[in-house]
């Protein structure tokens, strides 16, 4: 079946500008998550929704990330006056698990580069 | 909060040799243990995990041991062959963060015709 996808797979912006990243689930996972990675690092947890709503926001670096996931199907991960170190692969995962941790497969991600 | 620590950061090995890497945590409390596999310009991909109930699982030549006492786990990859080389990550569940995962640094592997 299909996987987690994600769009667009690179975004080029320029420094101060607001992007939005997608990202599609597996169909019938209500758990999603986005983890962000840095160039030769593991990715970093950032959000994770439960559903429609987000039950732990407390990786998202400050308040010019947030995200949304209002059917409770598809994300999207929005960075306001984005800076150049925001530049990275963002991740999204998805998993069949409703409570405890669960099984999480992850999309190709989004190259973002800010420059 | 979680935090896991993976050996080495690079390996290298023979084609039909052996790898193993390993990961130590932090958080006792931990009870999930994924192992994935990320190739280049790729997402991460799942390949094994192990539960803080068992203390081993195998698929095919791949397996995951876990010593709760000591808090690490090694992944462990027979026969191997070039279609290993990737990245490998380990990841622990935070007690603390309910759902979320916490990476290792990655190990390179690359496997030596």
């Known amino acids: 079946g299909a996987g987690v996808s994600q769009t667009p797979s690179n975004k080029v912006t320029e420094k101060g500008k607001y992007v939005e990243l997608r990202c599609d689930p597996i169909?019938?996972?209500?758990?999603l998550y986005w983890y962000r990675q840095s160039l030769g690092q593991g990715p970093e947890f950032l959000i994770y929704?439960?559903?429609?709503?987000?039950?732990?926001d407390s990786g998202l670096p400050n308040d010019r990330f947030f995200a949304v996931r209002p059917e409770g199907s598809v994300s999207t991960l929005k960075i306001q006056r984005t800076e150049r170190g925001d530049s990275a692969v963002y991740l999204c995962?998805?998993?069949?698990?409703?409570?405890?941790?669960?099984?999480?497969?992850f999309g190709p991600g989004t190259r973002l580069t800010v420059l | 909060g979680e935090n896991v620590e993976q050996h080495p950061s690079t390996l290298s090995v023979q084609e039909g040799d052996s790898a193993v890497i390993k990961c130590t945590y932090s958080?006792?409390?931990?009870?999930?243990f994924p192992w994935y596999k990320q190739e280049l310009g790729k997402g991460p991909q799942l390949i094994i995990d192990?539960?803080?109930?068992?203390g081993e699982k195998k698929d095919q030549r791949i397996a995951v041991t876990l010593n709760k006492t000591a808090k690490h786990f090694s992944l462990h990859i027979t026969e191997t062959q070039p279609e290993d080389s990737a990245v490998y990550f380990c990841?622990?569940?935070?007690?603390?963060?309910?759902?979320?995962?916490?990476f290792g640094q990655g190990t390179r592997l690359t496997i030596n015709p």
């Open positions: 995962a998805s998993s069949p698990a409703t409570s405890g941790v669960g099984e999480q497969f």
């Open positions: 169909s019938g996972h209500t758990a």
């Open positions: 929704f439960q559903g429609t709503g987000a039950a732990d």
């Open positions: 958080d006792s409390a931990s009870n999930y």
């Open positions: 192990i539960r803080s109930n068992v």
């Open positions: 990841a622990a569940s935070d007690p603390q963060g309910a759902q979320k995962l916490v």
